[in-house]
DNA sequence: AATGAATGAGGTTTCATTCAT
DNA sequence: TATGAATGAAACCTCATTCAT
């Protein structure tokens, strides 16, 4: 029994992994359960044994995703004894997360804004990114207390910096060429968020 | 026959207005034309007498928006003697494009990477979005010339701030109340830029 | 008021022609009404004050050309006194007309298949195309009184002659390079109509 | 296995049966998807499943008309050893394809015109065309070399009967009672043909 | 008489989801 | 459990025709 929910669980894996690569790599409506079935080699009814949806899927996805960012956030960053560090791992935690997922997350809301989601599916995901972001206010908390940060109230703080790593990584318009050297930006960024742009 | 052209540039300004209001409360995809007709108050058909398509429709509206923003940036920040004011006034800006027009701007994005916005369409558009980088290029230009900005390449200190904007203004997850108040969240965002978090 | 009337004949006529030359070059449904108008160079409403439909445009034209056809030949193997002479000139008249207006009858018979050719302007076509028929059974009768011809019954030899030309002259299959002669093609069908494939 | 593939050739067949009564009654245009299906007994997508296009079932229709006609040809003209009973075979087998299939052939040139059949569709349609005049001339060739024809180009002999028996079977216009009875048709051509109209 | 803006019926195609095997 | 054939709703777009000016 328990070797049979094994092999479901990696099945569930394997869609997922496989649709997480499509949803990243083109909008949700472009990407379809035909082409996930055949990329994952299976047939189109089995993605509808393990997932009630198209949108289901994609909110497991990202729920999944989130469970790895919350840990990472909890290993790196919460418990980090020195501050600064954990703010710089903060910062490049969200940078690489949206930037690898903003078309997925971007889709997810699009989604929701046309009721497609769930209501027991959007608490999940709400939920992670609530924990998300108490984490992040548990550190600038910190910090505030440290007196080591401009006296701002801690949980606008962490919505804004989440805000602006959002968008940050939006593969919006203008050149390219600006989007194809992550380490740059995000050091261009570290350095604006921590001295902001006045000399 | 002045008169006539009077009136059907009219007649298209207000299917654009329609437009925009349904393209910027809900994605692309959530609006169809037979709604937009029914909204303008006009045949299906009649669109399509002013605009040659659903995309071209959407494409016109951001051109019309970004040609208003240009026209604002030109007048408060290249033209403004003083640079603080200058930049402030080009960050309010941007937010409040990047807020108002988020919606159909990721909706733009997303149609062209499905290779649905025509090659002339969207030169118009990288044009116009040039025009703007350029100008906020300039303005950081003499910032770095009067040496009272961060020792950064303007140009990639321009793209950074559009960047940011852009997302820290879509309408993503979390609780929505933060989103509520535009005002706090501009002000904070100026902050943070111009001084950085930390104290 | 006959000047008025010699105008609207003249206006009538350009609208014929500029119909006739687009609808021999696509099929029918591929013309529209606005092409049609704006090759003209008059408005759309125009034209259906000369012609009550696209269908009775595209009917008047075939009439008029049938008229010349009957004219032509009328005068060139009714009136001729050689009938060798007369039936050449008859395979002639017919290629030409057929090349020619290939296009449009076929574009025509469709149209009527799908009942969109009224009653009344059916009958002044079948008219015309009856008294064409006639003219041809009228020389090979007198090519059998001459003992000329094989002993076939006119009537259908000239049908059968009508229905050669049609599709000999059809656009179709195989590589076009063939069509491209005409005069080739036409003696060589001469030549086989009057003495046969056999040696 | 086997099984699964027989079931589905038989069900492309039967949707392809159902087409071809429908496109040789009444022009391509005329007849809609949602009929065909309707017919057949099954969904609009079900024909979607079986055929990328309308235009490519109109495409596999006619192919497999060819291949069958080739089939015949080949039996009967090409390996026959008696030349007149081939080329009589020939005429019979042209007259009778044209015949069946004008509607069909005609809706398809008319799209190819209109530039809404694929290459490669158009690709396997001339291939077959071509074998099929490959296989007539041969048939002439012989004739040549026997000196049974009259001293025509072999190629040039059987595209000419070859547009000859296209349009001689082409719904065309004038009283349709000549069209009810292809027995006198085809031997009154045949004597034409053979002979010669001049006594 | 001439115009051309407005209309809306009608057709093709896609694709998420179901269900019999 | 796994499959994939079947479905049909839904959306875009065209274009002949009308009619107010």
């Known amino acids: 029994m328990s070797l049979k929910e094994k092999e479901k669980e990696l099945k569930k894996n394997l869609i997922a992994e496989v649709a997480l690569q499509l949803f990243s790599s083109r909008p949700f409506e472009a990407v379809t359960v035909d082409e996930i079935a055949r990329e994952v080699g299976c047939g189109k009814g089995t993605i509808y044994l393990y997932f009630k949806n198209k949108d289901h899927l994609l909110t497991c996805l990202i729920s999944r995703e989130l469970e790895k960012l919350c840990h990472d956030i909890e290993e790196q960053c919460l418990h980090n004894a020195d501050l600064l560090t954990a703010i710089d791992n903060y910062l490049v935690l969200q940078f690489q997360f949206f930037r690898g997922y903003n078309q997925i997350l971007?889709?997810?809301?699009?989604?929701?804004?046309?009721?497609?989601?769930?209501?027991?599916?959007?608490?999940?995901?709400?939920?992670?990114?609530?924990?998300?972001?108490?984490m992040a206010v548990a550190v600038f908390e910190r910090g505030q207390e440290e007196?080591?940060?401009?006296?701002?109230?801690?949980?606008?703080?962490?919505r804004l910096l989440e805000a602006i790593f959002q968008d940050a990584t939006f593969p919006f318009v203008g050149e390219k060429s600006w989007d194809s050297d992550p380490e740059r930006i995000i050091s261009l960024m570290k350095l604006v968020l921590t001295r902001g742009i006045l000399a």
């Open 106 to 134: 971007s889709s997810w809301v699009r989604r929701r804004l046309q009721n497609q989601v769930r209501e027991e599916w959007m608490e999940d995901i709400q939920n992670k990114l609530g924990r998300k972001l108490e």
């Open 147 to 158: 007196k080591r940060l401009i006296p701002v109230e801690s949980y606008e703080l962490a």
